[in-house]
């Protein structure tokens, strides 16, 4: 799973970085993006294909894992075309909040730490843990309209 997905990110993240933006460390991918001068890792593991951004003191803050490919190249899409910070200040009306994604087949629920978890109604693989609601909500939308 992850040499098919770290080839579609090499090519998406190379349509829009400059190379010495991209660090492909094999089993992990490393990029910075120039808008927010912020650090993000790609890699693998046992959930799946996870997200995250570098913090203080170089800790990882994951905002993305899925075990599906789809949903993680949507994902990926979303975060190098609109930015981390446009994907968490998007707003939505109250009545479009936790439960069904209104125009898709997904759902977001309240994750018991924290985070929301994306959930296609019919098909259990098409399922996503991320750290806010806008990004979970921007996904499902993304992944309704590319039929995923």
Do not use: Q
Not at 11 to 29: K, M, R
Not at 78 to 101: I, K, Q, S, T
Not at 119 to 143: G, P
Request: hydrophobic share 40%; glycine share 8%; with cysteine.
């Amino acid at each position: 799973m992850w040499e098919e997905f770290r080839n579609n990110a090499l090519a998406l993240l190379g349509e829009h970085f400059p190379p010495e933006l991209i660090e492909d460390n094999g089993n992990s991918l490393v990029f910075t993006d120039r808008r927010s001068l912020a650090s993000y890792l790609i890699t693998e593991n046992a959930r799946g294909i996870t997200i995250g951004y570098y913090g203080e003191r170089d800790t990882i803050s994951t905002i993305f894992t899925s075990p599906s490919i789809e949903l993680a190249n949507i994902a990926l899409t979303l975060l190098v075309r609109e930015g981390l910070g446009e994907l968490v200040d998007m707003h939505y009306a109250p009545d479009e909040l936790l439960g069904p994604v209104p125009g898709t087949d997904y759902s977001i629920r309240k994750d018991r730490s924290r985070g929301f978890h994306l959930t296609h109604n019919n098909d259990s693989s098409l399922s996503a843990k991320c750290a806010s609601f806008t990004y979970a909500r921007a996904i499902a939308v993304a992944a309704s309209a590319r039929g995923a």
